[in-house]
């Protein structure tokens, strides 16, 4: 029995190169392929899981799991030719044919494919950034070999290829640091006590747990506007988020509208005085019954 199974799998498929190709070996490939491939996997993950007890950087885990499986790749690759007694060399022809393709189909797929290496090394974006990229505000979740994906503050994906990224203009709200100014701006009717304005205004702001001290909030008053004498003021929060700037917001204009009511301050609004030539006669429609 273990006779007929020995030349079962010493049986001869092909010759290449002068090399006999057994179904042993043939059978064997998938197997090697599926425990590499497993081992491979294992290994980032317990280099992950340490990496990440450590509280190390998410770019520098995200770089050390693409590099550990290019090089297993490569590593599984040139064993695999070697089992099957497949000589690099016979793979030169190819090279040709790579270069070309790539010259002409795969210009942008080489361009993205270096500007992610760039983003990983240079760090000018980072995964957890928040970042406005045309018009567009969202959290860096990941950054891929092509594309970088981001999940915008409405909680869609959105794929941006790593190109545009080096390329074009991208305003990233926590590069150094997540400092965020936030402004807020109210019209009062004339009349009103200004300086009164200011120190209510004022300590609207001061008040809100999540507004910094250093930088101090400011109130400026801005212009003598057509309906109302306007007011602004500046706070600065630590937020990584366009909500978080919003909510702040929020609240200091509720706290500025409690404050004002409290000491009979008027909101302006737009209004218009009308001045008619001539005579107006006003007439009244007789009832119908």
């Known amino acids: 029995m273990m006779e007929k199974l020995d030349a079962i799998l010493n049986y001869t498929l092909l010759t290449f190169n002068e090399e006999p190709l057994t179904l042993g070996e043939v059978l064997i490939i998938p197997l090697w392929l599926g ?62 044919a790579v270069a070309i393709g790539f010259g002409f189909g795969a210009q942008n797929i080489i361009n ?41 503050t409405d909680g869609v994906h959105l794929l941006i290829p ?32 200004c300086q009164q304005v200011k120190d209510l205004i004022l300590a609207s702001a001061i008040a809100h747990k999540d507004v910094l001290e250093t930088p101090a909030p400011a109130v400026f008053f801005q212009d003598f506007g057509d309906n109302a004498l306007i007011f602004e003021v500046f706070f600065w929060i630590n937020s ?13 204009r509720f706290d500025i509208d409690r404050a004002f009511n409290a000491q009979n301050i008027v909101i302006a609004f737009p ?10 006669a006003l007439t009244r429609s007789p009832t119908r019954l």
């Open 271 to 280: 209004q218009r005085d009308i001045h008619i030539d001539g005579t107006l």
């Open 35 to 96: 425990l590499s491939f497993w081992g491979v996997r294992l290994l980032i993950n317990l280099l992950t899981n340490a990496l990440t007890r450590r509280e190390k950087d998410p770019n520098i885990i995200q770089l050390t799991q693409r590099v550990i499986a290019i090089i297993a790749i490569a590593i599984v690759f040139m064993t695999t030719l070697s089992m099957l007694n497949v000589p690099i060399a016979a793979f030169a022809f190819l090279s040709g």
């Open 162 to 193: 790593n190109s545009k990224l080096i390329e074009n203009t991208v305003v990233n709200w926590t590069l150094r640091d997540s400092l965020v100014r936030g402004t807020v701006t109210i019209g009062v009717q004339y009349g009103s006590d």
């Open 112 to 152: 993205n494919f270096i500007s992610g290496w760039i983003l990983i090394g240079e760090k000018p974006i980072r995964i957890g950034d928040f970042l406005e990229v045309e018009g567009v505000k969202g959290v860096v979740e990941e950054i891929n070999t092509r594309s970088t994906r981001i999940r915008r």
């Open 240 to 252: 990584k988020v366009d909500g978080g700037l919003r909510a702040v917001s929020s609240d200091i």
